[in-house]
T-cell receptor, first 116, second 112 residues
C-alpha cells in the first residue's frame, strides 16, 4: 500500500522568502512517481512538478524544486522567492502501479499563506 | 481548449435524487479517475479506468456507478443521494505510467 504524509497542516512565509513543504512517502513499488499540486481558493488542481523514482537529479520548474531523498523517502517541495499568489493548498502525491492499475495517492495537504 | 472538462461545475440537489457528472478529456490519455475531495480537503480516489476497463474501485458505495463509453469519457452516476455525498468530485486523466495527471475543474455537489 502507498502512503503519503504531509506533517505541516499550515505554513506561513514572507513574500520573497523561500519555503519548504515537507512530504514523506511509503511504498513497496520499485517504480513510482512523485508529484506536487497546488490548489488555490478557486479550487482547481494545478500540476507543479514531477520526480520519477529513478531520476538521478532533483526536478526543477521555475521557482519550484523538488528535494528528493530516496533513502529517506522524502520529496519536499521548495518554493523560492514566494509571491502572494503562492497562497494555496499544496498536495504531495505518489503514483504507483499494481498490474494494470495506476493510481495517485495524495497527502492531506499543506495550506501555505504568503504574507507581506 | 480545455484538456479535462467536467460538467456541471455546481450541483445542488435533494436527498434521494439521482444525478450524473460528466467528464471528457481530449488529451488522448488511456487512464481516467474519479476523486472525491471532502470538506477537510482530503483527496481520495474512487475509481480508475484504463482503456475503458474498471481497474480500481476503492470501497465506494454501490450507489456510485462510473461508466466509460469510450477512452475519452468517464461519467459518474450517483443514486439515492445522501447528505454525506456532499463534496467536490474531480475527474482526472493520465497516460498510463507517464507524466502528470490532468484534473478537471471539479464539481461541487451539495445535497440538501
Amino acid at each position: 500500500a502507498q502512503k503519503i504524509t504531509q506533517t505541516q497542516p499550515g505554513m506561513f512565509v514572507q513574500e520573497k522568502e523561500a519555503v519548504t513543504l515537507d512530504c514523506t512517502y511509503d511504498t513497496s513499488d520499485p517504480s513510482y512517481g512523485l508529484f506536487w499540486y497546488k490548489q488555490p481558493s478557486s479550487g482547481e488542481m494545478i500540476f507543479l512538478i514531477y520526480q520519477g523514482s529513478y531520476d538521478q537529479q532533483n526536478a526543477t520548474e521555475g521557482r519550484y524544486s523538488l528535494n528528493f531523498q530516496k533513502a529517506r523517502k522524502s520529496a519536499n517541495l521548495v518554493i523560492s522567492a514566494s509571491q502572494l499568489g503562492d497562497s494555496a493548498m499544496y498536495f504531495c502525491a505518489m503514483r504507483g502501479y499494481t498490474g494494470t492499475a495506476s493510481k495517485l495517492t495524495f497527502g492531506t495537504g499543506t495550506r501555505l499563506q504568503v504574507t507581506l | 481548449d480545455t484538456a479535462v472538462s467536467q460538467t456541471p461545475k455546481y450541483l445542488v440537489t435533494q436527498m434521494g435524487n439521482d444525478k450524473s457528472i460528466k467528464c471528457e478529456q481530449n488529451l488522448g490519455h488511456d487512464t481516467m479517475y474519479w476523486y472525491k475531495q471532502d470538506s477537510k480537503k482530503f483527496l481520495k480516489i474512487m475509481f480508475s479506468y484504463n482503456n475503458k476497463e474498471l481497474i480500481i474501485n476503492e470501497t465506494v458505495p454501490n450507489r456510485f456507478s462510473p461508466k466509460s463509453p469510450d477512452k475519452a469519457h468517464l461519467n459518474l452516476h450517483i443514486n439515492s443521494l445522501e447528505l454525506g455525498d456532499s463534496a467536490v468530485y474531480f475527474c482526472a486523466s493520465t497516460r498510463y505510467g507517464q507524466g502528470q495527471a490532468f484534473f478537471g475543474q471539479g464539481t461541487r455537489l451539495t445535497v440538501v
